[in-house]
């Protein structure tokens, strides 16, 4: 009988072996949650694009999509517009971005320290609106920057919007990398003799080489998938990007999602092979590293007499690229249609379009389902990545590498692509989520975890495991360690991505431009469909409205960070 037992128990463990522990459960639903998200929308729409469907849900297999998209001359022009519009937006931030990041960090400009928080404003404005805002300003008859040789509804005004509003992203990361940049180099030059603007030319330009390359690659990118201002520039003035093509594939009558699929494996091969080049471009910039472990304060260059001038210049610059949208659009919200600013003018001002947006109808189910989606998305990104980060670098399991690989992965995928590839999986698949709130939640989830993964992984690395093996010793499961200990450990990183994640959903508008409905719609598109209902001063109030929102959260966001870093010094 003992004998008997013994061998019943050894089969018992042999069994166990196969029989997954909890850590490896989570990684098995985590994988299966992350495939949902990420694989599972881009294989269909790889398999659609090479489907036409013949009957109701049943498809056959064709090649006819690819030459529908790719054998007509619109196609190629399209794709050359997008190009052109990349390249010269990508130019143009870097150029504005990067002179002001210079004349912050490294020179002695008067009131140079101001230059960070208000060339950061355009960040929290809503593409749509900024460029609502552009087409008031270079109106060629009643702009109030109407003296810019620059027409708005042409491929250079396109470049314009798009590169003034890119320009303050390529400030913050050029503005990094003059702050992070030993000025031991630049001293050896100026002790050899060179001149400043020499020392610039050959030493600090080719230092910065790699840094403006991977900026200039992440501006192009953005450029290349954004759809935003071609449409609301684009579309009017008849210049068509590539998003635009993708757009009409799903917009025109009849419907052509086989079409619309091929275009959008298109576009995610070129912005595959664009992410590609930039993450080579920033690991290659470690071979230029000059930060070392000696603490140093770089040399600001002495700009002696044109340090007023060039204030006047950045001066001007800043108020051209925030302080004149900002005010136009505040300007425009109190009036029932454009005029002019002028003191005469001033008697037409009202709250008509404020009063307007809250009697109409679509309003208040747009402000509930933005906020309620973007912030549901913002939970559910933190709490997965928060799980991915502690597998990836907490965990002793081997291949957890390829679950941040997942996580990564929709950083390649454009917004329109994204979209397309939902609209191709839940039309044709019997889950009844196309057309709410649930496909839209899916959409900002799947596009928001790479940056939920930057904020997670960054202060998961600073956590000690020792706690967490305290925990695990005292008889906690791995569930109840992670929510004890670790998540509290994560809380800086995890409100700072869930804010940020907050306001980017807030104002997300090429993905959802293509899931939502009027049941389901939010406040990015609702500002496109009143500009297109020709009621542009509306936006402007409903622009006003959604600024002052995000400002609310970036000021929340700050007490709340600020509060959690005093409590976690003082315990």
Same mark, same amino acid.
């Given at each position: 009988?003992?004998?008997?037992?013994?061998?019943?128990?050894?089969?018992?463990?042999?069994?166990?072996?196969?029989?997954? @522990?909890?850590?490896?459960?989570?990684?098995?639903?985590?994988?299966? =949650?992350?495939?949902?998200?990420?694989?599972?929308?881009?294989?269909?729409?790889?398999?659609?694009?090479?489907?036409?469907?013949? !009957?109701?849900?049943?498809?056959?297999? /064709?090649?006819?999509?690819?030459?529908? $998209?790719?054998?007509?001359?619109?196609?190629?022009?399209?794709?050359?517009?997008?190009?052109?519009?990349? +390249?010269?937006?990508?130019?143009?931030?870097?150029?504005?971005?990067?002179?002001?990041?210079?004349?912050?960090?490294?020179?002695?400009?008067?009131?140079?320290?101001?230059?960070?928080?208000?060339?950061?404003?355009?960040?929290?404005?809503?593409?749509?609106?900024?460029?609502?805002?552009?087409?008031?300003?270079?109106?060629?008859?009643?702009?109030?920057?109407?003296?810019?040789?620059?027409?708005?509804?042409?491929?250079?005004?396109?470049?314009?919007?798009?590169?003034?509003?890119?320009?303050?992203?390529?400030?913050?990361?050029?503005?990094?990398?003059?702050?992070?940049?030993?000025?031991?180099?630049?001293?050896?030059?100026?002790?050899?003799?060179?001149?400043?603007?020499?020392?610039?030319?050959?030493?600090?330009?080719?230092?910065?080489? #790699?840094?403006?390359?991977?900026?200039?690659?992440?501006?192009?990118?953005?450029?290349?998938?954004?759809?935003?201002? #071609?449409?609301?520039?684009?579309?009017? @003035?008849?210049?068509?990007?590539?998003?635009?093509?993708?757009?009409?594939?799903?917009?025109?009558?009849? !419907?052509?999602?086989?079409?619309?699929?091929?275009?959008?494996?298109?576009?995610?091969?070129?912005?595959?092979?664009?992410?590609?080049?930039?993450?080579?471009? /920033?690991?290659?910039?470690?071979?230029?590293?000059?930060?070392?472990?000696?603490?140093?304060?770089?040399?600001?260059?002495?700009?002696?007499?044109?340090?007023?001038?060039?204030?006047?210049?950045?001066?001007?610059?800043?108020?051209?690229?925030?302080?004149?949208?900002?005010?136009?659009?505040?300007?425009?919200?109190? +009036?029932?249609?454009?005029? =002019?600013?002028? *003191?005469? $003018?001033?008697?037409?001002?009202?709250?008509?379009?404020?009063?307007?947006?809250?009697?109409?109808?679509?309003?208040?189910?747009?402000?509930?389902?933005?906020?309620?989606?973007?912030?549901?998305?913002?939970?559910?990104?933190?709490?997965?990545?928060?799980?991915?980060?502690?597998?990836?670098?907490?965990?002793? +399991?081997?291949?957890?590498?390829?679950?941040?690989?997942?996580?990564?992965?929709?950083? $390649?995928?454009?917004?329109? !692509?994204?979209?397309?590839?939902?609209?191709?999986?839940?039309?044709?698949?019997?889950?009844?989520?196309?057309?709410?709130?649930?496909?839209?939640? *899916?959409?900002?989830?799947?596009?928001?975890?790479?940056?939920?993964?930057?904020?997670?992984?960054?202060?998961?690395?600073?956590?000690?495991?020792?706690?967490?093996?305290?925990?695990?010793?005292?008889?906690?499961?791995?569930?109840?360690?992670?929510?004890?200990?670790?998540?509290?450990? +994560?809380?800086?990183?995890?409100? $700072?991505?869930?804010?940020?994640?907050?306001?980017?959903?807030?104002?997300?508008?090429?993905?959802?431009?293509?899931?939502?409905?009027?049941?389901? *719609?939010?406040?990015?598109?609702?500002?496109?469909? *009143?500009?297109?209902?020709?009621?542009?001063?509306?936006?402007?109030?409903?622009?006003?409205?959604?600024?002052?929102?995000?400002? !609310?959260?970036?000021?929340?966001?700050?007490?709340?960070?600020?509060?959690?870093?005093?409590? %976690?010094?003082? %315990?």
């Amino acid at each position: 009988m003992l004998d008997r037992a013994a061998e019943d128990q050894g089969n018992n463990r042999g069994w166990r072996r196969f029989i997954p @522990g909890p850590t490896h459960r989570v990684v098995i639903l985590v994988s299966a =949650v992350l495939a949902f998200f990420v694989v599972y929308p881009l294989v269909t729409l790889v398999l659609r694009s090479f489907q036409v469907e013949t !009957v109701p849900r049943h498809y056959d297999f /064709t090649l006819g999509n690819y030459s529908s $998209a790719f054998a007509t001359h619109n196609t190629y022009e399209s794709l050359v517009n997008s190009l052109i519009f990349a +390249l010269g937006s990508a130019t143009l931030a870097l150029i504005i971005g990067g002179s002001l990041a210079w004349l912050s960090q490294r020179s002695n400009m008067p009131f140079a320290k101001v230059v960070l928080p208000v060339a950061i404003i355009p960040l929290v404005f809503p593409k749509v609106l900024e460029a609502v805002a552009w087409v008031f300003l270079l109106n060629d008859r009643i702009g109030l920057l109407r003296f810019l040789p620059l027409d708005i509804y042409s491929l250079p005004g396109m470049i314009w919007v798009q590169g003034i509003g890119d320009s303050s992203l390529a400030f913050l990361m050029m503005a990094a990398a003059f702050r992070l940049m030993d000025p031991a180099l630049e001293e050896s030059a100026h002790m050899s003799g060179a001149s400043g603007p020499q020392v610039v030319r050959w030493v600090t330009l080719p230092l910065l080489r #790699p840094a403006a390359f991977s900026a200039f690659l992440l501006m192009f990118v953005r450029s290349l998938e954004a759809f935003a201002v #071609p449409a609301v520039i684009g579309i009017p @003035g008849r210049i068509y990007v590539y998003t635009t093509e993708i757009w009409f594939a799903f917009n025109q009558v009849p !419907v052509q999602p086989g079409v619309g699929a091929a275009l959008a494996i298109g576009l995610l091969i070129i912005s595959v092979v664009g992410v590609g080049m930039y993450i080579r471009a /920033t690991r290659l910039s470690e071979r230029f590293a000059t930060v070392g472990g000696k603490a140093f304060r770089p040399r600001r260059v002495d700009l002696g007499r044109v340090r007023w001038p060039a204030f006047g210049v950045t001066l001007f610059v800043v108020l051209i690229i925030v302080g004149a949208p900002l005010f136009i659009v505040l300007w425009t919200s109190f +009036l029932r249609f454009y005029q =002019v600013p002028s *003191i005469e $003018a001033l008697g037409s001002l009202s709250f008509d379009n404020f009063r307007y947006l809250f009697n109409f109808d679509a309003f208040w189910p747009a402000v509930r389902n933005s906020f309620l989606v973007s912030a549901s998305a913002a939970t559910l990104v933190m709490f997965l990545t928060s799980i991915v980060s502690w597998l990836r670098y907490k965990s002793r +399991l081997k291949g957890m590498t390829l679950l941040e690989y997942g996580a990564m992965t929709p950083i $390649a995928v454009p917004g329109l !692509v994204l979209g397309t590839a939902l609209i191709v999986l839940y039309v044709a698949n019997p889950i009844p989520i196309y057309g709410t709130l649930w496909i839209v939640l *899916i959409a900002y989830a799947t596009k928001y975890l790479p940056y939920g993964m930057r904020f997670a992984s960054s202060s998961m690395i600073q956590i000690g495991g020792e706690l967490e093996e305290a925990a695990r010793v005292s008889g906690a499961s791995w569930f109840q360690g992670f929510r004890r200990v670790t998540l509290p450990l +994560l809380r800086p990183g995890f409100v $700072a991505g869930w804010i940020y994640i907050l306001i980017v959903g807030v104002k997300e508008f090429s993905t959802s431009v293509l899931l939502v409905n009027q049941k389901t *719609i939010v406040l990015s598109v609702l500002v496109y469909q *009143i500009n297109e209902r020709g009621r542009a001063t509306a936006v402007s109030a409903l622009g006003v409205m959604m600024v002052l929102a995000l400002i !609310v959260v970036v000021v929340v966001f700050q007490r709340v960070t600020g509060r959690i870093g005093i409590q %976690e010094q003082v %315990e």
